[in-house]
Protein backbone atom coordinates (compact mmCIF):
# COMPACT_ATOMS: atom_id res chain seq x y z
CA UNK A 1 0.00 0.00 0.00
CA UNK A 2 2.52 2.32 1.22
CA UNK A 3 5.04 1.39 -2.65
CA UNK A 4 1.43 2.36 -4.02
CA UNK A 5 1.23 5.26 -2.66
CA UNK A 6 5.25 6.35 -3.43
CA UNK A 7 4.62 5.44 -7.07
CA UNK A 8 1.47 7.00 -7.39
CA UNK A 9 3.31 10.14 -5.90
CA UNK A 10 6.43 9.57 -7.88
CA UNK A 11 4.27 9.55 -10.95
CA UNK A 12 2.51 12.88 -10.67
CA UNK A 13 5.54 14.66 -9.81
CA UNK A 14 7.38 13.39 -13.43
CA UNK A 15 4.22 14.83 -14.95
CA UNK A 16 4.46 17.91 -13.61
CA UNK A 17 8.15 18.02 -14.06
CA UNK A 18 7.77 17.07 -18.15
CA UNK A 19 4.67 19.10 -18.68
CA UNK A 20 6.22 21.84 -16.62
CA UNK A 21 9.33 21.75 -17.76
CA UNK A 22 7.64 21.31 -21.87
CA UNK A 23 5.85 24.38 -21.41
CA UNK A 24 8.93 26.58 -20.62
CA UNK A 25 11.24 24.63 -23.04
CA UNK A 26 8.90 26.10 -25.74
CA UNK A 27 8.26 29.31 -24.45
CA UNK A 28 4.24 29.18 -24.04
CA UNK A 29 4.87 31.08 -21.12
CA UNK A 30 6.54 34.65 -21.14
CA UNK A 31 8.27 36.70 -18.05
CA UNK A 32 7.22 39.98 -19.91
CA UNK A 33 5.31 42.31 -17.51
CA UNK A 34 2.88 42.44 -20.55
CA UNK A 35 -0.30 40.06 -20.90
CA UNK A 36 -1.15 40.06 -17.36
CA UNK A 37 -4.84 40.10 -15.49
CA UNK A 38 -5.62 43.39 -13.91
CA UNK A 39 -6.59 41.65 -10.71
CA UNK A 40 -3.49 39.39 -10.88
CA UNK A 41 -0.97 42.81 -11.11
CA UNK A 42 -2.98 44.60 -8.58
CA UNK A 43 -2.76 41.30 -5.96
CA UNK A 44 0.95 40.97 -6.96
CA UNK A 45 1.97 44.50 -6.38
CA UNK A 46 0.34 44.54 -3.13
CA UNK A 47 2.55 42.09 -2.04
CA UNK A 48 5.52 43.15 -3.02
CA UNK A 49 5.27 46.43 -1.42
CA UNK A 50 4.08 45.20 2.13
CA UNK A 51 6.70 42.70 1.89
CA UNK A 52 9.36 45.37 0.66
CA UNK A 53 7.83 47.53 3.34
CA UNK A 54 7.64 50.50 0.34
CA UNK A 55 4.83 53.13 0.47
CA UNK A 56 2.88 52.64 -3.14
CA UNK A 57 -0.19 53.24 -4.70
CA UNK A 58 -0.62 49.47 -4.91
CA UNK A 59 -2.65 49.30 -1.01
CA UNK A 60 -5.25 52.30 -2.68
CA UNK A 61 -5.73 49.79 -5.71
CA UNK A 62 -9.23 47.11 -5.41
CA UNK A 63 -7.76 43.24 -5.21
CA UNK A 64 -9.33 40.20 -4.61
CA UNK A 65 -8.06 37.53 -2.11
CA UNK A 66 -5.26 36.49 -4.71
CA UNK A 67 -3.33 38.78 -2.63
CA UNK A 68 -3.39 36.15 0.25
CA UNK A 69 -2.67 33.40 -2.19
CA UNK A 70 0.50 35.61 -3.71
CA UNK A 71 1.93 35.46 0.10
CA UNK A 72 4.90 32.59 -0.65
CA UNK A 73 6.22 34.67 -3.66
CA UNK A 74 6.04 38.38 -1.48
CA UNK A 75 8.17 36.71 0.91
CA UNK A 76 10.95 34.93 -1.04
CA UNK A 77 10.60 35.76 -4.00
CA UNK A 78 9.80 39.59 -4.34
CA UNK A 79 9.93 41.20 -7.68
CA UNK A 80 10.32 38.45 -9.75
CA UNK A 81 7.65 37.59 -12.41
CA UNK A 82 9.44 34.68 -13.34
CA UNK A 83 8.88 33.19 -9.63
CA UNK A 84 4.86 34.44 -10.11
CA UNK A 85 4.29 32.76 -13.55
CA UNK A 86 6.15 29.70 -12.58
CA UNK A 87 4.10 29.85 -9.08
CA UNK A 88 0.60 30.07 -11.53
CA UNK A 89 1.90 27.03 -13.63
CA UNK A 90 2.58 25.23 -10.19
CA UNK A 91 -1.51 26.22 -9.32
CA UNK A 92 -2.65 25.37 -12.48
CA UNK A 93 -0.99 21.67 -12.30
CA UNK A 94 -2.28 21.53 -8.86
CA UNK A 95 -5.88 22.30 -9.53
CA UNK A 96 -6.27 19.86 -12.00
CA UNK A 97 -4.94 17.13 -10.26
CA UNK A 98 -7.60 17.81 -7.58
CA UNK A 99 -10.14 17.42 -10.29
CA UNK A 100 -8.32 14.51 -11.35
CA UNK A 101 -8.55 12.75 -8.02
CA UNK A 102 -12.43 13.78 -8.06
CA UNK A 103 -12.78 12.08 -11.07
CA UNK A 104 -11.35 8.91 -9.94
CA UNK A 105 -13.54 8.50 -7.11
CA UNK A 106 -16.79 9.87 -8.75
CA UNK A 107 -16.59 9.39 -12.54
CA UNK A 108 -13.73 6.76 -14.11
CA UNK A 109 -10.12 6.21 -13.70
CA UNK A 110 -10.13 6.42 -17.39
CA UNK A 111 -12.15 9.53 -17.71
CA UNK A 112 -10.13 11.23 -15.28
CA UNK A 113 -6.81 10.73 -16.88
CA UNK A 114 -8.06 11.80 -20.28
CA UNK A 115 -9.66 14.80 -19.36
CA UNK A 116 -6.88 16.20 -17.40
CA UNK A 117 -4.75 15.68 -20.11
CA UNK A 118 -6.53 17.11 -22.17
CA UNK A 119 -7.44 20.60 -20.07
CA UNK A 120 -3.29 20.28 -19.34
CA UNK A 121 -3.03 20.89 -23.10
CA UNK A 122 -5.82 22.92 -23.92
CA UNK A 123 -4.90 26.50 -24.81
CA UNK A 124 -7.44 28.18 -22.87
CA UNK A 125 -5.04 26.53 -20.35
CA UNK A 126 -1.68 28.07 -21.27
CA UNK A 127 -3.35 31.60 -21.73
CA UNK A 128 -4.64 31.79 -18.26
CA UNK A 129 -1.61 30.64 -16.86
CA UNK A 130 0.34 33.23 -18.82
CA UNK A 131 -2.12 35.99 -17.54
CA UNK A 132 -1.95 34.89 -14.52
CA UNK A 133 -5.80 34.77 -14.75
CA UNK A 134 -8.32 34.23 -11.96
CA UNK A 135 -9.65 30.85 -13.83
CA UNK A 136 -6.42 29.56 -12.47
CA UNK A 137 -6.84 30.20 -9.08
CA UNK A 138 -11.08 29.36 -9.33
CA UNK A 139 -9.98 25.84 -10.40
CA UNK A 140 -7.35 25.66 -7.68
CA UNK A 141 -9.89 26.83 -5.01
CA UNK A 142 -13.23 24.89 -6.70
CA UNK A 143 -11.26 21.65 -6.19
CA UNK A 144 -9.66 22.29 -2.92
CA UNK A 145 -13.24 23.74 -1.44
CA UNK A 146 -14.57 20.23 -2.79
CA UNK A 147 -11.68 18.53 -0.87
CA UNK A 148 -12.63 20.59 2.32
CA UNK A 149 -16.44 20.00 2.29
CA UNK A 150 -15.49 15.52 1.75
CA UNK A 151 -13.42 16.17 5.53
CA UNK A 152 -16.31 18.26 6.71
CA UNK A 153 -18.81 15.77 6.02
CA UNK A 154 -16.28 12.58 7.15
CA UNK A 155 -15.65 14.67 10.70
CA UNK A 156 -18.96 15.52 11.69
CA UNK A 157 -17.73 18.37 13.76
CA UNK A 158 -19.01 21.40 15.06
CA UNK A 159 -16.59 24.42 14.43
CA UNK A 160 -13.93 22.58 13.27
CA UNK A 161 -10.40 23.90 11.79
CA UNK A 162 -11.84 22.46 8.14
CA UNK A 163 -14.95 24.16 8.80
CA UNK A 164 -13.46 27.72 9.12
CA UNK A 165 -10.53 27.09 6.45
CA UNK A 166 -13.63 26.12 4.02
CA UNK A 167 -15.17 29.48 4.74
CA UNK A 168 -12.09 31.27 4.08
CA UNK A 169 -12.11 29.36 0.57
CA UNK A 170 -15.09 30.22 -0.21
CA UNK A 171 -14.72 34.03 0.21
CA UNK A 172 -11.83 33.68 -1.99
CA UNK A 173 -13.95 31.71 -4.80
CA UNK A 174 -16.35 34.49 -4.86
CA UNK A 175 -13.76 37.25 -4.18
CA UNK A 176 -12.30 36.39 -7.84
CA UNK A 177 -15.02 36.45 -10.41
CA UNK A 178 -19.16 36.64 -10.14
CA UNK A 179 -19.20 32.61 -11.37
CA UNK A 180 -17.67 32.14 -7.96
CA UNK A 181 -21.39 32.44 -6.13
CA UNK A 182 -22.12 29.06 -8.18
CA UNK A 183 -19.57 27.17 -5.97
CA UNK A 184 -21.08 28.67 -3.13
CA UNK A 185 -24.70 27.73 -4.49
CA UNK A 186 -23.20 24.22 -5.22
CA UNK A 187 -22.49 23.83 -1.34
CA UNK A 188 -25.68 25.39 -0.32
CA UNK A 189 -27.78 22.98 -2.56
CA UNK A 190 -25.32 19.78 -1.30
CA UNK A 191 -26.15 20.39 2.30
CA UNK A 192 -29.73 21.07 1.99
CA UNK A 193 -30.23 17.58 -0.02
CA UNK A 194 -27.62 15.52 1.61
CA UNK A 195 -27.00 16.89 5.95
CA UNK A 196 -25.29 14.77 7.98
CA UNK A 197 -26.94 16.35 10.80
CA UNK A 198 -29.15 19.22 11.70
CA UNK A 199 -26.84 21.34 13.65
CA UNK A 200 -23.89 20.93 11.36
CA UNK A 201 -26.45 21.33 8.49
CA UNK A 202 -27.25 25.20 9.76
CA UNK A 203 -23.56 25.87 10.40
CA UNK A 204 -23.05 25.64 6.90
CA UNK A 205 -25.88 27.11 5.58
CA UNK A 206 -25.48 30.38 7.60
CA UNK A 207 -21.36 30.17 7.41
CA UNK A 208 -21.45 30.33 3.39
CA UNK A 209 -24.57 33.04 3.29
CA UNK A 210 -22.73 35.37 5.21
CA UNK A 211 -19.37 34.67 3.44
CA UNK A 212 -21.05 35.45 -0.01
CA UNK A 213 -23.03 38.08 1.45
CA UNK A 214 -19.89 39.71 3.06
CA UNK A 215 -17.39 39.30 0.29
CA UNK A 216 -20.24 40.19 -2.56
CA UNK A 217 -20.60 43.33 -1.25
CA UNK A 218 -16.94 44.19 -0.37
CA UNK A 219 -16.49 43.37 -4.16
CA UNK A 220 -18.93 46.26 -5.15
CA UNK A 221 -20.19 44.53 -8.13
CA UNK A 222 -16.84 43.49 -9.48
CA UNK A 223 -16.00 46.53 -11.41
CA UNK A 224 -13.57 45.02 -13.58
CA UNK A 225 -15.98 42.52 -14.71
CA UNK A 226 -17.35 42.98 -18.10
CA UNK A 227 -21.05 42.04 -18.31
CA UNK A 228 -23.26 40.65 -20.52
CA UNK A 229 -20.93 39.85 -23.55
CA UNK A 230 -21.79 37.57 -26.21
CA UNK A 231 -20.89 34.27 -24.28
CA UNK A 232 -21.35 32.46 -28.03
CA UNK A 233 -18.57 33.72 -29.17
CA UNK A 234 -16.54 34.84 -26.10
CA UNK A 235 -16.69 30.72 -25.57
CA UNK A 236 -15.01 30.06 -29.45
CA UNK A 237 -12.58 32.52 -29.42
CA UNK A 238 -11.49 32.14 -25.91
CA UNK A 239 -11.36 27.75 -26.87
CA UNK A 240 -9.82 27.45 -30.10
CA UNK A 241 -7.92 31.04 -29.86
CA UNK A 242 -9.64 32.51 -32.63
CA UNK A 243 -8.15 35.92 -32.82
CA UNK A 244 -11.17 38.09 -34.07
CA UNK A 245 -14.06 37.37 -31.63
CA UNK A 246 -16.73 38.60 -34.07
CA UNK A 247 -16.18 36.14 -36.81
CA UNK A 248 -18.20 33.54 -38.23
CA UNK A 249 -15.36 30.91 -37.24
CA UNK A 250 -16.04 32.29 -33.22
CA UNK A 251 -19.84 32.10 -34.00
CA UNK A 252 -19.39 28.47 -35.00
CA UNK A 253 -16.94 27.31 -32.62
CA UNK A 254 -19.02 28.53 -29.54
CA UNK A 255 -21.96 27.50 -30.69
CA UNK A 256 -20.44 23.70 -31.02
CA UNK A 257 -19.30 24.34 -27.31
CA UNK A 258 -22.39 25.20 -25.60
CA UNK A 259 -24.31 22.53 -27.59
CA UNK A 260 -21.88 19.56 -26.00
CA UNK A 261 -21.89 21.25 -23.15
CA UNK A 262 -25.81 21.65 -23.13
CA UNK A 263 -25.69 17.52 -24.59
CA UNK A 264 -23.43 16.46 -21.52
CA UNK A 265 -25.30 18.19 -19.23
CA UNK A 266 -28.59 17.07 -19.52
CA UNK A 267 -27.42 13.40 -19.81
CA UNK A 268 -25.16 13.61 -16.94
CA UNK A 269 -28.08 15.58 -14.87
CA UNK A 270 -28.21 13.06 -12.41
CA UNK A 271 -24.78 12.69 -11.41
CA UNK A 272 -25.08 16.54 -11.26
CA UNK A 273 -27.85 16.70 -8.72
CA UNK A 274 -25.83 14.18 -6.64
CA UNK A 275 -22.28 15.83 -6.84
CA UNK A 276 -21.62 19.05 -5.08
CA UNK A 277 -18.67 19.95 -6.96
CA UNK A 278 -20.58 19.33 -10.78
CA UNK A 279 -23.61 21.29 -9.73
CA UNK A 280 -21.27 24.06 -8.35
CA UNK A 281 -19.34 23.63 -11.82
CA UNK A 282 -22.86 24.08 -13.44
CA UNK A 283 -24.11 26.80 -11.14
CA UNK A 284 -21.06 28.66 -12.06
CA UNK A 285 -21.08 28.51 -16.10
CA UNK A 286 -25.01 29.25 -15.96
CA UNK A 287 -23.87 32.88 -13.94
CA UNK A 288 -21.13 33.04 -16.37
CA UNK A 289 -23.52 33.29 -19.36
CA UNK A 290 -24.01 37.30 -17.98
CA UNK A 291 -20.10 37.83 -17.32
CA UNK A 292 -18.49 35.89 -20.13
CA UNK A 293 -14.66 36.23 -20.28
CA UNK A 294 -12.07 33.65 -20.38
CA UNK A 295 -12.13 32.89 -16.82
CA UNK A 296 -15.55 31.37 -17.40
CA UNK A 297 -14.65 29.73 -20.71
CA UNK A 298 -12.16 28.15 -18.61
CA UNK A 299 -14.46 26.24 -15.45
CA UNK A 300 -17.07 26.00 -18.04
CA UNK A 301 -14.60 23.86 -20.60
CA UNK A 302 -12.81 21.56 -17.37
CA UNK A 303 -16.87 20.15 -16.81
CA UNK A 304 -17.47 19.64 -20.42
CA UNK A 305 -14.23 17.83 -21.01
CA UNK A 306 -15.05 15.33 -17.46
CA UNK A 307 -18.73 15.09 -18.36
CA UNK A 308 -18.46 14.77 -22.25
CA UNK A 309 -15.34 12.28 -21.71
CA UNK A 310 -17.37 10.43 -19.72
CA UNK A 311 -20.26 10.19 -22.02
CA UNK A 312 -18.29 9.51 -24.96
CA UNK A 313 -16.36 6.99 -23.24
CA UNK A 314 -19.49 4.82 -21.75
CA UNK A 315 -21.65 5.50 -24.97
CA UNK A 316 -22.82 2.17 -26.84
CA UNK A 317 -23.02 2.31 -30.31
CA UNK A 318 -26.79 0.11 -31.91
CA UNK A 319 -26.13 -1.77 -28.45
CA UNK A 320 -23.14 -3.23 -29.49
CA UNK A 321 -20.13 -4.20 -26.75
CA UNK A 322 -16.98 -4.39 -27.42
CA UNK A 323 -13.68 -2.03 -27.41
CA UNK A 324 -14.35 -0.53 -31.13
CA UNK A 325 -18.12 0.11 -30.00
CA UNK A 326 -17.51 1.71 -27.00
CA UNK A 327 -13.80 3.07 -27.57
CA UNK A 328 -13.65 3.02 -31.19
CA UNK A 329 -15.46 6.90 -32.25
CA UNK A 330 -14.82 8.22 -28.71
CA UNK A 331 -10.70 7.85 -28.99
CA UNK A 332 -10.98 9.49 -32.80
CA UNK A 333 -13.03 12.29 -31.41
CA UNK A 334 -10.44 12.97 -28.31
CA UNK A 335 -7.80 12.59 -30.88
CA UNK A 336 -8.77 14.98 -32.96
CA UNK A 337 -9.50 17.61 -29.71
CA UNK A 338 -5.78 16.67 -28.77
CA UNK A 339 -4.76 18.22 -32.62
CA UNK A 340 -6.99 21.08 -32.47
CA UNK A 341 -6.05 21.86 -28.93
CA UNK A 342 -2.19 21.83 -30.31
CA UNK A 343 -2.66 23.93 -32.87
CA UNK A 344 -4.17 26.32 -30.57
CA UNK A 345 -1.41 26.25 -28.59
CA UNK A 346 0.63 26.85 -31.74
CA UNK A 347 -0.98 29.71 -31.80
CA UNK A 348 -0.48 30.87 -28.59
CA UNK A 349 3.01 30.41 -28.91
CA UNK A 350 3.10 32.65 -32.13
CA UNK A 351 1.26 35.18 -30.18
CA UNK A 352 4.17 35.57 -27.59
CA UNK A 353 6.49 35.45 -30.06
CA UNK A 354 5.29 38.69 -31.85
CA UNK A 355 4.89 39.83 -28.27
CA UNK A 356 0.62 40.45 -29.45
CA UNK A 357 -0.51 40.65 -25.59
CA UNK A 358 -3.96 43.08 -26.74
CA UNK A 359 -4.59 46.59 -27.73
CA UNK A 360 -4.26 47.89 -24.39
CA UNK A 361 -1.16 46.04 -23.20
CA UNK A 362 0.63 47.74 -27.00
CA UNK A 363 -0.88 51.46 -25.45
CA UNK A 364 0.85 50.66 -22.35
CA UNK A 365 3.99 49.58 -24.23
CA UNK A 366 3.88 52.86 -25.94
CA UNK A 367 4.08 54.92 -22.80
CA UNK A 368 6.79 52.98 -21.36
CA UNK A 369 8.79 53.20 -24.76
CA UNK A 370 7.60 57.37 -24.34
CA UNK A 371 9.86 57.49 -21.51
CA UNK A 372 13.13 58.80 -22.46
CA UNK A 373 14.91 58.78 -18.97
CA UNK A 374 14.08 56.03 -16.55
CA UNK A 375 14.99 58.18 -13.59
CA UNK A 376 12.36 60.59 -14.51
CA UNK A 377 9.49 61.01 -11.59
CA UNK A 378 6.14 60.05 -13.32
CA UNK A 379 2.91 60.33 -11.87
CA UNK A 380 0.27 58.21 -13.85
CA UNK A 381 -3.58 58.00 -13.97
CA UNK A 382 -5.03 54.73 -15.59
CA UNK A 383 -7.42 53.27 -16.30
CA UNK A 384 -5.40 49.86 -15.56
CA UNK A 385 -3.36 51.52 -12.92
CA UNK A 386 -2.63 47.59 -11.99
CA UNK A 387 -1.09 46.25 -15.29
CA UNK A 388 0.30 50.08 -16.11
CA UNK A 389 2.61 50.70 -12.61
CA UNK A 390 3.83 46.57 -13.12
CA UNK A 391 4.98 47.52 -16.71
CA UNK A 392 6.17 51.59 -16.28
CA UNK A 393 7.88 50.19 -12.31
CA UNK A 394 6.00 53.98 -11.19
CA UNK A 395 3.31 55.51 -9.05
CA UNK A 396 0.18 54.78 -10.97
CA UNK A 397 -3.17 55.33 -9.88
CA UNK A 398 -7.29 54.98 -10.72
CA UNK A 399 -8.61 57.71 -13.93
CA UNK A 400 -9.70 60.76 -11.69
CA UNK A 401 -13.69 61.50 -11.49
CA UNK A 402 -15.57 63.21 -14.21
CA UNK A 403 -16.70 66.72 -13.04
CA UNK A 404 -18.83 69.27 -14.09
CA UNK A 405 -16.50 72.15 -13.38
CA UNK A 406 -13.19 71.81 -15.32
CA UNK A 407 -11.02 73.79 -13.41
CA UNK A 408 -11.70 71.80 -10.44
CA UNK A 409 -11.17 68.96 -12.56
CA UNK A 410 -7.56 70.78 -13.38
CA UNK A 411 -6.97 70.70 -9.52
CA UNK A 412 -7.50 67.02 -9.08
CA UNK A 413 -5.27 65.87 -11.54
CA UNK A 414 -2.66 68.47 -11.65
CA UNK A 415 -0.22 66.07 -10.29
CA UNK A 416 -0.51 63.80 -12.91
CA UNK A 417 2.09 63.53 -15.63
CA UNK A 418 -0.22 61.02 -17.75
CA UNK A 419 -3.14 60.41 -18.12
CA UNK A 420 -4.11 56.57 -20.27
CA UNK A 421 -7.32 55.01 -20.88
CA UNK A 422 -9.90 53.27 -23.57
CA UNK A 423 -11.81 56.61 -25.45
CA UNK A 424 -13.62 53.88 -26.97
CA UNK A 425 -14.91 52.76 -23.94
CA UNK A 426 -18.70 53.45 -23.06
CA UNK A 427 -17.60 53.92 -19.36
CA UNK A 428 -14.76 56.75 -20.54
CA UNK A 429 -17.35 58.83 -22.62
CA UNK A 430 -17.99 61.64 -20.26
CA UNK A 431 -14.00 61.82 -19.21
CA UNK A 432 -13.07 61.83 -23.04
CA UNK A 433 -15.33 65.26 -23.78
CA UNK A 434 -13.75 66.72 -20.39
CA UNK A 435 -10.68 66.23 -21.58
CA UNK A 436 -10.78 66.97 -25.44
CA UNK A 437 -12.57 70.44 -23.80
CA UNK A 438 -9.21 70.89 -21.71
CA UNK A 439 -6.70 70.94 -24.63
CA UNK A 440 -4.77 73.75 -23.45
CA UNK A 441 -3.79 71.88 -20.44
CA UNK A 442 -4.07 68.34 -21.94
CA UNK A 443 -2.27 67.31 -25.11
CA UNK A 444 -2.93 63.83 -26.81
CA UNK A 445 0.42 61.74 -26.63
CA UNK A 446 -0.63 59.53 -29.08
CA UNK A 447 -3.36 57.41 -30.10
CA UNK A 448 -4.06 53.57 -30.63
CA UNK A 449 -7.00 51.31 -31.02
CA UNK A 450 -6.56 50.33 -27.28
CA UNK A 451 -6.79 54.11 -26.03
CA UNK A 452 -4.93 57.26 -25.85
CA UNK A 453 -2.24 58.44 -24.03
CA UNK A 454 -2.58 62.19 -22.11
CA UNK A 455 0.20 64.28 -21.26
CA UNK A 456 -0.80 66.55 -18.32
CA UNK A 457 1.27 69.92 -18.54
CA UNK A 458 2.93 71.04 -16.06
CA UNK A 459 1.72 75.01 -15.59
CA UNK A 460 -1.53 75.41 -14.82
CA UNK A 461 -3.26 77.28 -17.15
CA UNK A 462 -7.27 77.08 -16.99
CA UNK A 463 -9.83 77.38 -19.60
Known amino acids: MINDKIKQ ?34 ALLLMWSLAERVNTTAVLLTHDFRTLIFVPLALYWSGSLVAAKVFTLLAFFAGTLFFYRWAVKHLDGEVALIASGLLLIA ?4 QQIDAMGAGVYLLLTFGLGSWLDQRIRDQEKLLSAWYFIHMVVIAA ?40 IIIGLLQAGWIHIEWFNNPITTLGSAIFKIDDANSGAAWFAGALVLTLFAIAAIRSRQFIV ?6 SLLLASLIGLLCADKVWALLLLTLLLYLGTQQLIHAQKFGMRGFMAQRGLALMLLFIIAFVFMQGDKAHYNTLARGDFGENDRLIATLVASIKDDKQKLQISSQWPGRTMLAIKQATLPLPPVSDDDAYFIEITKGFTHIIFDHTDPKNTALARQIARLSGNMSTLTREPGGVIIEVQAKDKTP
Open 173 to 212: IISMHPIGLGYALGILWSWQRKPINNKLQKQILIGVGVSA
Open 9 to 42: RGLILITLLVWGGLILWFKLVQFSPYGIEEGASR
Open 274 to 279: GNSLAS
Open 123 to 126: PLSL
